[in-house]
């Protein structure tokens, strides 16, 4: 059974601070690997999708990728309270189109 | 990135009764869409993928009976839950692909509908 771990945290960081979310799967043969985000009450929104082995920068969001260890990761620097949301982590594997969700980490920015 | 819709965005009806809810691709066309259902402070479930022209694949556990899909076009999948009860009172979420953007299988999800059955 495919499976993407997050800690559900929450995890607290000051604003201005840079937040650390780390997701890890199962499937060695995962090609696809996305970030969402989720404010209490909506729908995710799509931060960044990354596919190779390496850094993936967007302003003030990387997505960090090591197939290896099987992990990404996505740092957000100068992290704002509007930061403060559920961090999704999305992995489809090779051969299907269907992401398989992690339960998401809790980030909460502190003023 | 692509827009997708969803109507209505919250229904309250009784307990016995249907609800139809829409998904919509807005700028795009979208062969393949997919429902989602989260429960308070839980995380997202597929229900289904909803496939344009022929039947929906149902997850396990999800009553394809009871959660109605029909893609009928390339922009419109709806869901349909049938006798509603208290216990489906949920967000229920749609998503879809752009196949025209660079990332062809990221998922861009609609604003979601929340249900609530007395």
């Not at chain 1, 992290?79 to 559920?86: G, L, M, V, Y």
């Not at chain 2, 009976?65 to 509603?84: E, G, P």
Request: proline residues 5%; glycine residues 8%; hydrophobic residues 30%.
């Amino acid at each position: 059974q495919k499976e993407v771990e997050q800690n559900s945290g929450p995890l607290s960081v000051p604003e201005g601070a840079i937040a650390s979310l780390n997701c890890t799967y199962s499937d060695r043969g995962s090609q696809s690997f996305f970030w969402y985000r989720q404010y209490s009450g909506k729908s995710p929104e799509l931060i960044m999708s990354i596919y190779s082995n390496g850094d993936k920068e967007d302003g003030r969001f990387t997505a960090q990728l090591n197939k290896a260890s099987q992990y990404v990761s996505l740092l957000i620097r100068d992290s704002q309270p509007s930061d403060s949301a559920t961090y999704l982590c999305a992995v489809i594997s090779g051969g299907s189109y269907i992401p398989t969700f992690g339960r998401g980490t809790s980030l909460i920015v502190h003023p | 990135g692509a827009v997708v819709s969803q109507h209505p965005s919250w229904v309250i009806c009784k307990s016995g009764t249907s609800v139809k809810i829409e998904c919509r691709s807005l700028d795009f066309q979208a062969t393949t869409m997919f429902w989602y259902r989260q429960f308070p402070k839980k995380s997202l479930m597929l229900m289904a993928t909803s496939n344009e022209g022929s039947k929906a694949t149902y997850e396990q556990g999800v009553e394809k009976d009871k959660f109605l899909i029909n893609h009928a076009s390339l922009t419109l999948s709806t869901l349909t839950v049938t006798s509603a009860h208290p216990e489906d009172s949920s967000f229920y979420i749609c998503s879809a692909e752009d196949p025209g953007t660079s990332g062809s299988d990221e998922q861009f999800f609609g604003p979601g509908t929340r249900l609530t059955v007395l």
